[in-house]
């Protein structure tokens, strides 16, 4: 009997297809994707920016190729170009699926929809907006870039540079704030400045399908001191005619939504910053007293640039703070929340406290 069972385990053993494997120097890998308007009317014009592998780990210049292929379907458009290659296509490396400006002022649904079900491409995927268009983006390659597309992946992780205009945007991040009630998704554009140049310095802000706002750098550094803790930066102030820079080593913004009876829903800001003199338009030594006075500028100036920020957000009527979201979480009627919410939206009131901590002058006492 064991003899009978054990001679039909071999035959369907026998039986089993072999595995999909192939060997890396069977596969090129997909770093990048762009995704542009197509010549045609609602065309994509998809563009793959590889990394072929060498086989030697000695080599400091990896070659880099770019596919573009032009379809009414993405996925038609990644078919096509794999009978442009001899090896496969990998996507497992995919690290950037950056969006042409033009998808993105019209519509970035569809592309968000199959990135999100492609079983190879990872959730962890960096999102952002290409200007003038993502193969121009896809193009660029400094010259401190070794590794194809790895300027746009440290850049864009946090790994690298820690510029307080960059914000990440993960594809799980999108999606969720795509369809979440009480959030709007944001996301970094790239601007391309010929081929050994980028520039990362502003954020789009999106009502779920489309761009609506783009913020200047000023305006996104503060949108990013506002949603993220310790954010290193270097802020004005201005103090009898002299031009202060303070350095933020520390920082930190919370903010509570008042919902009186009587009168306007207020959201009060509260922002902490320790820092350190950076700069100064006069030789003078600073005093203590002077700290004090440069502090007190710092806090009035930021006060204002704040106000004035999140006035010209609310005036938009989008809310990537995720305001909404927070005050949801805190009534629970499941069926009116969101409509009250909006009601009171436009018509919110602002209160901003900056308690801004210069410890000393820097190396010059």
Known sequence: MRRVLAGIGIILLLLLPGCDFKEIDLRIFVLAIGVDQGAEEGNFKISLKLAIPQGDVTKIDEKMQILTEESPSISEALRRMKSRVEKE???????????????????????????????????????????????QVLKVRPESERIPSNSLILAMSGQGTESPFISSVYSFQLMRNIFEEGIDPILPIIE???????????????????????????????????????????????????????YTERSSSDYKILTPEHGKATIRYCIKIKGILEESSSP???????????????????????????????????????????????????DTEMKVWKGLYSDLKFEIKADVNIKYSGMIK
Request: charged letters at 25%; one cysteine or more; hydrophobic letters at 40%.
């Open 284 to 334: 003078d030594l600073v005093t203590h007293h002077m700290l004090k006075k440069i502090q007190e500028a710092g806090e009035k100036e930021l006060e204002e640039d704040i106000l004035a920020l999140l006035t010209k957000i609310q005036a938009s009527g989008l809310d990537p703070f995720g305001w909404g979201l927070h005050y949801g979480a805190r009534h629970f009627n499941n």
């Open 192 to 246: 391309a400045k010929g081929d050994k140049e980028f520039l990362i310095d502003k954020i789009a802000l999106l009502n779920n399908e489309k761009i609506k706002m783009v913020l200047t750098p000023n305006e996104t550094r503060l949108y990013n001191l506002l949603s993220r803790p310790n954010l290193r930066t270097n802020l004005p102030a201005h103090s009898e005619g002299i031009m202060y820079q303070y």
């Open 89 to 135: 296509l990998d996507y497992s490396h995919c690290k950037s699926i950056i969006l042409g400006e033009g998808v993105a002022r019209k519509d970035i649904l569809h592309v968000m929809d199959w990135a999100v079900r492609r079983r190879d491409i990872q959730l962890i995927v960096n999102f952002a907006i290409g200007r003038p268009e993502a193969l």
